[in-house]
């Protein structure tokens, strides 16, 4: 299989930073393909223009969306690992979504009916958070994040969904769960589609 780690955190030593680096190393280690978009190296703009929008609707992309493109429509797999800011994506990671799963390319309509076109495709999806699973559901934010983000984006686009993790109280972690993480998150690829 070819992976794509779609990748959103400014601190290189951070969490987010060791979760991408492990899990590049391991899918190399199983023989499969790999590759990193990390948004912030790539300095990605993610500031949806209205050319980007002129554009979309005519199906043109920019020249950095396109090669973002590019690499989805190679990857059998999306892993989007980032952490979970002020209750939603990073704005980086946002403008990602809004310039590169453009219409067109991840969506369309069909006689006024939404089609996804990444339907061929997996998506896992990593992030951290400061608050405890609890706390989150005490307020209905994992509802909240699971409406915005599985079926406001991944889903809408045709993707199928094969985990989303959430790891709370990240910022103030052990060594020992982080293991206990990444062994949750390398066992996803040992399951059958």
Same mark, same amino acid.
């Given at each position: 299989?070819?992976?794509?780690?779609?990748?959103?955190? %400014?601190?290189?030593?951070?969490?987010?930073?060791?979760?991408?680096?492990?899990?590049?190393?391991?899918?190399?280690?199983?023989?499969?393909?790999?590759?990193?978009?990390?948004?912030?190296?790539?300095?990605?703009? %993610?500031?949806?223009?209205?050319?980007?929008?002129?554009?979309?609707?005519?199906?043109? *992309?920019?020249?950095? *969306?396109?090669?973002?493109?590019?690499?989805?429509?190679?990857?059998?797999?999306?892993?989007?690992?980032?952490?979970?800011?002020?209750?939603?994506? %990073?704005?980086?990671?946002k403008?990602?979504?809004?310039?590169?799963?453009?219409?067109?390319?991840?969506y369309?309509?069909?006689?006024?009916?939404?089609?996804?076109?990444?339907?061929?495709?997996?998506?896992?999806?990593?992030?951290?958070?400061?608050?405890s699973?609890?706390?989150?559901?005490e307020?209905?934010?994992?509802?909240?994040?699971?409406?915005?983000?599985?079926?406001?984006?991944?889903?809408?686009?045709?993707?199928?969904?094969?985990?989303?993790?959430?790891?709370?109280?990240?910022?103030?972690?052990?060594?020992?769960? *982080? *293991?206990?993480?990444?062994?949750?998150?390398?066992?996803?690829?040992?399951?059958?589609?």
């Amino acid at each position: 299989m070819k992976y794509l780690i779609i990748y959103a955190h %400014p601190n290189q030593d951070s969490l987010n930073s060791y979760f991408k680096q492990s899990i590049y190393e391991f899918i190399q280690s199983t023989g499969h393909e790999v590759e990193i978009r990390d948004l912030y190296q790539l300095n990605f703009n %993610p500031v949806l223009s209205l050319e980007d929008m002129h554009g979309q609707r005519k199906g043109e *992309v920019a020249a950095d *969306v396109k090669i973002e493109q590019n690499f989805i429509n190679w990857a059998d797999c999306l892993i989007v690992i980032h952490p979970i800011w002020w209750t939603g994506l %990073p704005a980086i990671m946002k403008g990602y979504i809004d310039r590169v799963f453009s219409y067109g390319f991840a969506y369309r309509y069909d006689n006024g009916v939404q089609k996804g076109l990444l339907k061929e495709k997996q998506v896992i999806i990593i992030n951290t958070q400061g608050k405890s699973q609890s706390e989150y559901q005490e307020i209905e934010m994992d509802k909240a994040l699971t409406l915005t983000s599985d079926k406001g984006i991944y889903l809408y686009s045709g993707l199928e969904i094969k985990r989303h993790f959430y790891f709370d109280k990240a910022d103030r972690t052990t060594e020992e769960t *982080v *293991v206990k993480w990444i062994n949750q998150v390398e066992t996803i690829f040992y399951q059958k589609k």
